[in-house]
């Protein structure tokens, strides 16, 4: 049965209750809700614990989707007791993990603002994160460093809209990837919109985010590199860049 998708509705909902609703045979436990964020789009699945009644915690490795979009599979680590059909269980999302990958993300957003090329691939991590852009002309990693900081420091709110899938095939230019296209399906998609009134960005994303661009932190483009004779490679890093030699 389709699974709620609490993080939705909450980027920040690290912890919630749900009823156990299958157990596969691998292990992997459904729920009726969960607000663990699954792998999708980039970004790594939430790890973390369900705590049992008696306070026992069964570890969790990173939350996948199943065979549909709809159903999120939480995948104990090795060792670990398997819970019964019906039984309630406490979720704890590792939170620390969790932010750190929203304020990557949002800086993907960011960069793909400061660098408005076609992406062609991305990868969100906990320290590092990689955007590809259809690009021929290089670009000078200090100068989207200044413009990335800039738009982070001036503090922009970020807030979701939500369209119907309808809407999005009608309004196919509002995606910015080439290879990766946004969760449909679901009858509704959510926009990722940075600024008032979305004036700095608006693109599909079922990925987290924090709520506005301060809390994204120092970062900077650690990295450019060539892949192909109109694909760049930018590496953004948590920090400034004199920490690459601290």
Known sequence: MPTKALYRDDFYLSTAEGTVTAVHEDGAIELDQTCFYATSGGQPGDTGFLERADGSKI???PTRHGA???IILHVPLDGQSAPQLGEKLVLHVDWPRRYKLMRMHTACHLLSVVCPFPITGAAVGEDESRVDFDMGDTVNKDEVTAKLMSLVSENHPV?????????LAANPDIVKSKNVRPPVGLGRVSLVCIGENSAVDSQPCGGTHVSETQEVGAVYIARIEKKGKENRRLRIRFGTPDSESA
Do not use: A, R, Y
Request: charge should be negative.
């Open 59 to 61: 570890l969790l490795g």
């Open 68 to 70: 549909t979009k709809d």
């Open 159 to 167: 807030f979701l809209q939500w369209i119907t899938d309808e809407e």
